[in-house]
């Protein structure tokens, strides 16, 4: 039981942070390997205002989020959208898209090393037990959990509740049909990767507040989310929030009763057995 | 054998035979430049083999070359060096069959993201396997030099070019070119695309974990951190991706410049070499899609007035 709410509570995180990079990947079509990067800043973001200006990371995060959205929008106008005007198909533009995005991530990681240099860092914020179901835990990660649910929340109600969200999920479904019935599609595809830039950020914030960072942490931040988002399959919210909850279960049973540097082996195994068996995604349906 | 072929066979014979000198005339600094630039030569020419048909990036040198070290740290005292090799060669092949298996009949992105964390995996997996046993790294002392493992990498680059050359001109060759220019053509038109990956992403994989073998007598010291370097992958596919992938020898015109630079950068600002991969990347993508041998090529073309 211990076991099952602590991995849940670390799910809810995995969800923010894969829902931002679907949201890059399933619209915008940039598989964004740097993602992991924009999420270690996020966290740099969050510890740099909490050591030296006392700001609760939850207040941060409304900083974090437009500064994360306006860097995206700016990569994708700059350096990605060039890469779809001159993609001839789908997978150059998949092949362009990761070289590039790999580049992205180094030059991030390169540019933190620099800044900040290579120690891990942490802060102590909300460190008090809290007691749930008869079991105690950290008050931060119940805390930075229900923040996650909230703005997973406010992302699933917008993209199903307004126009705009209507038009990005038009343009998940197929770019080429949603341009014919009035849809401006390179602007909804900038703001989509520009909001999962934010969101991913977001997460960081979140997470630096019970995990240890540093500087070249992201990639596997970058391979968690991805897994997740293939699990839940592309463009699929509930999916992706379900396998987020359920990747976060396994590795915490993974870490307790086995070895707590076998995670990424974990996550792999998952990852393999989806790819034999639903390659689809959880809930997607068969391709015909 | 066209007249072409024999005089390109003549040429490569004498450049080998003239790498095959560098010993005799320095042991030292030189000597590990040329042994960093074969070694490179070897993994980014057979990662071309693979990645340049197909167009699918594949990360994993690093788990490869990893599984290579650790069948020489494991087998040294009890197997002669030479079986390691080739026992290292086929446990990277089999490996790679089976990534291939899970992975190639997918999109590229799936092939892309598992071959990302296959190194970090192994790696953990490793690491776990020492913690229960309760060593920590392992020595691997032998009596075998810098210049003899430079002499064996060399061997494996002539093997590695005469296999690609051999794969050019065979069946699999020819519809793996069909394979990258559509793959519904080539499905269409009888080809188990499948399988052709598959047997293809075995060639990377086994030369990858041979190079591994040959270099770990160098290392001394072995333990899975340094083994698993998943920064190996990327300078592959960066060295490949910039000389060109569309020749033969392509990748050797990005290997020897980076190789070069990489040890220049290394030795004076040891924490920018992650900016250095980041850009490199970008300059591929934005500037030289098609690497060194492309930017030869379009020149080329303008000088003879475009006919091409």
């Known amino acids: 039981m211990d076991i099952l709410i602590t991995g849940l509570l670390l799910g809810g995180t995995y969800a923010l942070i894969a829902m931002g990079l679907n949201l890059q990947y399933g619209v915008a079509r940039i598989m964004n390997l740097a993602n992991g990067e924009l999420l270690v800043a996020g966290g740099f973001g969050a510890f740099f205002f909490y050591t030296s200006g006392q700001v609760s990371p939850f207040l941060t995060i409304f900083l974090v989020a437009p500064a994360a959205f306006g860097v995206s929008w700016v990569i994708y106008r700059i350096m990605l959208r060039p890469l779809v005007n001159r993609a001839k198909s789908r997978g150059q533009l998949e092949t362009d898209s990761i070289l590039a995005t790999f580049g992205l991530s180094f030059v991030g990681v390169g540019l933190m090393l620099a800044a900040f240099g290579g120690d891990y860092f942490n802060y102590s914020y909300l460190a008090r037990p809290i007691t749930l179901a008869g079991d105690t835990f950290a008050l931060n990660r119940v805390a930075s959990f229900l923040a996650a649910v909230v703005i997973c929340g406010l992302l699933y109600l917008w993209l199903n509740r307004t126009r705009a969200g209507l038009s990005i999920r038009a343009i998940a479904v197929s770019p080429d049909s949603a341009r014919l019935v009035g849809i401006d599609v390179p602007r909804m595809a900038a703001i989509a990767f520009a909001l999962g830039g934010a969101v991913t950020a977001v997460g960081g914030a979140l997470i630096s507040t019970y995990l240890t960072l540093d500087a070249s942490a992201g990639v596997i931040f970058t391979l968690k989310a991805l897994i997740i988002v293939i699990m839940g399959g592309v463009g699929d919210v509930r999916g992706t929030i379900v396998a987020a909850l359920f990747l976060g279960v396994v590795e915490t049973l993974v870490a307790s009763l086995i070895d707590p540097g076998l995670t990424l082996a974990a996550a792999y195994a998952l990852f393999i057995l989806v790819l034999l068996f639903r390659p689809q995604g959880l809930f997607g349906k068969t391709p015909t | ?308």
């Not at chain 2, 493992?149 to 051999?166: F, K």
Request: hydrophobic share 55%; charged share 10%.
């Open chain 2, 1 to 308: 054998m066209s007249s072409v072929e024999i005089r390109n066979l003549i040429l490569t014979a004498i450049a080998l035979g003239v790498c095959i000198l560098l010993p005799m005339a320095d042991s030292g600094y030189w000597l590990s430049i040329g042994l960093s630039i074969a070694m490179f030569t070897v993994l980014a020419t057979s990662w071309a083999l693979f990645s340049g048909p197909t167009h699918y990036i594949s990360l994993a040198t690093a788990a490869f070359f990893g599984v290579g070290t650790y069948t020489t740290g494991l087998g040294f005292e009890t197997l002669p060096f030479w079986s390691l090799v080739a026992l290292a060669g086929m446990f990277g092949a089999l490996m790679a069959a089976l990534v291939g298996l899970a992975t190639l009949r997918l999109s590229g992105v799936y092939f892309v993201i598992f071959t990302l964390g296959l190194a970090e995996l192994v790696r953990q997996v490793i690491t776990w396997a020492q913690n229960q046993s309760g060593q920590k790294g392992l020595y691997v002392l032998t009596d075998i030099t810098e210049a003899m493992i430079y002499w064996m990498l060399i061997a494996l680059a002539a093997a590695v070019y005469l296999t690609g050359w051999l794969i050019g001109r065979s069946r699999l060759g020819f519809a793996l070119r069909i394979i990258g220019d559509d793959e519904t053509v080539a499905a269409h038109s009888g080809i188990n695309t499948a399988r052709a990956k598959v047997l293809l992403f075995m060639v990377p994989g086994a030369v990858a974990a041979m190079t591994g073998a040959i270099l770990a007598p160098r290392y001394v010291y072995i333990e899975p951190s340094l083994a698993f370097t998943p920064m190996l992958s990327f300078q592959v596919v960066i060295m490949a991706l910039l000389g060109g992938t569309g020749r033969l020898w392509g990748p050797l015109a990005g290997v020897v410049p980076f190789t070069l630079l990489w040890e220049s950068i290394s030795s004076n600002f040891p924490n920018q070499t992650t900016l250095l991969l980041g850009l490199s990347f970008l300059l591929i993508v934005y500037a030289l899609p098609r690497g060194f041998v492309g930017l030869l090529d379009r020149l080329r073309q303008r000088v003879t007035g475009g006919v091409s």
